[in-house]
């Protein structure tokens, strides 16, 4: 608060001084923001002093197009030297040191407050607690951004920042849903809301100053790889993929029988932990831990932190290798503690595994996967589930060649997701529900987030009953969903998509179809809304294919499916 105070003072004497002296004054029209805030500051800022002062239309224009200007003016008044003008360069990096801030401030009160609450909660976890983890992972993200240097592309910035504001909404939401009886719950609340706007400032900030500058991946963004996979996989980890389990040598190997080294997957996934923090460069696979876990069915949950990077997980294949749980928000559970596996470290890949939810429609939000890894890869596993089946969370995600199935909303989560060639399933709701195959959660117009469906099959179960059936709902304001070249069940609503309270997102949502067949393939009969876009041009579709929906980090299609320049 004391910048504020001193930026408001030192205002105050400039134009003081200013009417002594008899100078004029001409008022200059300021960008108010996406959001109406505070005018404390808008008003100084908007006043050009003829002195030679600072108080130029080039302080105010930084904030104008931030969906915080108040905030954004905070971090204009922070940055020291009265006489320095104060360029969008630097008010990205004021406003970054404020989340920062903000970050540390925050995950040390949801510490204290988690302490507080398990005591009461006699262990047992709270909305509070997924604050916590997600103030953790967050300050982990700012500091990568800021000590990234030219070691990061553009869009590793973009997607770090994106996935921190992603935090602090979750955090929100678990504090709204489950928050009930925890005192604290407003006062943590309020701090993620302060912080989410100094992050959402960071990320307009920097998206501005990108823009004015030339990528630095221009030229790269047809560079396709031959073997299917995202070019971030190393050649040994290329190799793992399409290794069978017998080919590799695992660090560990979970088997019931007693023929690996560990019996349980949390035991093994202990020592894999135990020997990332000792090594620097983890285990097989080129810096990869890799763990086998031999057919059988497991207990859930399985739980990789952020901090346990490069970590794989390969069965022995759908319906062999399975992990089971029944957490749900019925049974008490938040939605993001539901998962029965959640993979949030970098670089996880997860292969030949069936993962499943067995709560029932009843219980209402129970997830099978939640996957906050950037740029992991999921290939060859079935996901079951029933309401919110799929947790994509957060950050760059790539599907292939797996079998998703579930009710309500059952892929959502705000990350960058790629689906390619997979088996998409809605299936008999409880009663009274709807099926949606989507729920993407962009709060902000600047994330580079979204679910793009590309060579897939939709199509329902044999029970589905009459159950009505949606491709998605716009879950957050700017939802953002792209179906393409892909096949669509009859059984898919003629809508497309379906509200999620009365009009809201209706304009503001994104999606988009491009080039699908199937009888619920029906652009003409789609509902109008602003943001609905039935039948989009190929040069549109490109921008949500693999080679340019995250940039710099090129993808390529499925096995068997037809992919020149993009489409």
């Known amino acids: 608060m004391f910048p504020r105070r001193r930026f408001i003072l030192c205002a105050f004497c400039v134009i003081l001084a200013t009417l002594i002296l008899g100078a004029s004054t001409t008022r200059k029209g300021g960008g108010g923001g996406a959001q109406a805030q505070s005018q404390s500051h808008s008003s100084i800022l908007n006043k050009g002093l003829k002195l030679g002062t600072v108080f130029t239309s080039a302080m105010v224009s930084p904030c104008k197009d931030t969906l915080y200007p108040s905030a954004c003016e905070s971090a204009v008044a922070s940055i020291d030297g009265a006489h320095l003008k104060k360029t969008t360069e630097k008010v990205f990096d004021a406003s970054l040191k404020m989340a920062v801030a903000g970050a540390h401030s925050a995950r040390s009160m949801a510490y204290n407050f988690t302490v507080y609450h398990q005591k009461l909660a006699f262990g047992r976890p709270t909305a509070m607690d997924d604050c916590f983890e997600l103030m953790d992972i967050t300050l982990d993200l700012l500091n990568d951004v800021t000590n990234s240097n030219k070691k990061a592309s553009s869009h590793d910035i973009q997607t770090w920042l994106s996935a921190a504001i992603t935090n602090q909404v979750t955090c929100q939401e678990s504090l709204a849903t489950h928050g ?329 949502a994104y999606y988009a179809e491009y080039d699908n067949s199937g009888p619920g393939a029906r652009p003409s009969d789609r509902v109008h809304w602003g943001g609905v876009h039935p039948s989009i041009s190929s040069s549109e579709a490109s921008k949500f294919t693999v080679s340019e929906f995250i940039v710099g980090d090129y993808w390529l299609p499925g096995t068997g499916v037809d992919y020149k320049a993009g489409l």
């Open 180 to 508: 009930a009886g925890l005192a604290s719950k407003d006062t943590m609340n309020d701090r993620a809301q302060s912080l989410m706007e100094h992050v959402s400032n960071s990320l307009a900030l920097f998206k501005s100053v990108k823009g004015k500058k030339k990528s630095s991946t221009a030229g790269v963004g047809r560079k396709l790889l031959a073997d299917g996979y995202p070019s971030w996989l190393s050649a040994a980890d290329r190799r793992l993929l399409k290794a069978s389990p017998e080919d590799i040598k695992a660090d560990a190997v979970v088997a019931q029988d007693g023929t690996g080294t560990h019996t349980t997957i949390n035991e093994a996934l202990a020592f894999l932990f135990q020997k990332y923090s000792t090594t620097s460069s983890g285990g097989g696979g080129g810096g990869r831990s890799v763990m086998y876990l031999k057919a059988g069915t497991y207990k859930g949950p399985i739980v990789i932190p952020t901090k346990h990077k490069n970590v794989m997980i390969m069965g022995d294949g759908k319906g062999k290798t399975v992990i089971i749980g029944s957490k749900s928000t019925g049974s008490g559970s938040s939605t993001y503690q539901s998962a029965t596996v959640a993979a949030m470290g970098a670089g996880f890949i997860g292969k030949g595994l069936t993962i499943i939810n067995n709560a029932g429609p009843e219980d209402h939000q129970a997830v099978a996967l939640r996957v906050g890894a950037d740029k992991s890869v999921i290939t060859q596993c079935s996901i079951q589930g029933y309401q919110d089946t799929l947790y994509t969370h957060s950050n760059r995600q790539f599907y292939r060649d797996n079998d998703i199935t579930g009710t309500v909303d059952f892929i959502f989560g705000n990350s960058a997701a790629v689906f390619q060639n997979c088996f998409i399933q809605p299936r008999r709701a409880g009663s009274g529900q709807k099926n949606s195959v989507t729920a993407q959660g962009r709060s902000d117009p600047n994330q580079n987030t979204g679910i793009s469906i590309q060579s897939c099959t939709i199509k329902c179960s044999s029970d589905i009953d009459g159950t009505p059936t949606y491709l998605g709902r716009p879950w957050h304001k700017y939802a953002r969903v792209v179906v393409m070249e892909s096949f669509l069940d009859g059984c898919i609503n003629k809508d497309g998509w379906e509200p999620w309270s009365g009009s809201f997102a209706e304009s503001t």
